[in-house]
């Protein structure tokens, strides 16, 4: 049974750093490529950042988090990372992490296979 779970989330003020956790188990993790969306009330599940599989050497970015935000992977501890600085209001959202059997850092939300449940980042202004 596959199983990812995200941790992390928070209330921070604006400015403010965090950093997303996704922990993996029941799956092949090296062969998935990662991503990362967010969900704001009363909108669409949005592509954040994603990282292929294995390596990871290709890394994709939503333009809005650009300069901001790193994605990154330990394979080893079966983990996703996504580092947020200088958070802004506008990022407030349910951040889900999801995977990508042999992706390649697609944004595309119908290429992912497995879900967690999402961890809540609050950015205050």
């Known amino acids: 049974q596959v199983q990812l779970v995200e941790s992390g989330g928070g209330l921070v003020q604006a400015g403010g750093s965090l950093r997303l956790s996704c922990a993996a188990s029941?799956?092949?993790?090296?062969?998935?490529?990662m991503g990362w969306f967010r969900q704001a009330p009363g909108k669409e599940r949005d592509f954040v950042a994603a990282?292929?599989?294995?390596?990871?050497?290709?890394?994709n970015y939503v333009d809005s988090v650009k300069g901001r935000f790193t994605i990154s992977r330990d394979n080893a501890k079966n983990t996703v990372f996504l580092q947020m600085n200088n958070l802004k209001p506008e990022d407030t959202a349910l951040y889900y992490c999801?995977?990508?059997?042999?992706?390649?850092?697609?944004?595309?939300?119908?290429?992912?296979?497995?879900w967690g449940q999402g961890t809540q980042v609050t950015v205050s202004s």
């Open positions: 999801a995977a990508d059997k042999m992706g390649w850092a697609t944004p595309n939300v119908d290429k992912y296979n497995y």
């Open positions: 029941g799956l092949t993790f090296s062969t998935y490529a």
């Open positions: 990282i292929s599989w294995s390596d990871g050497r290709r890394r």
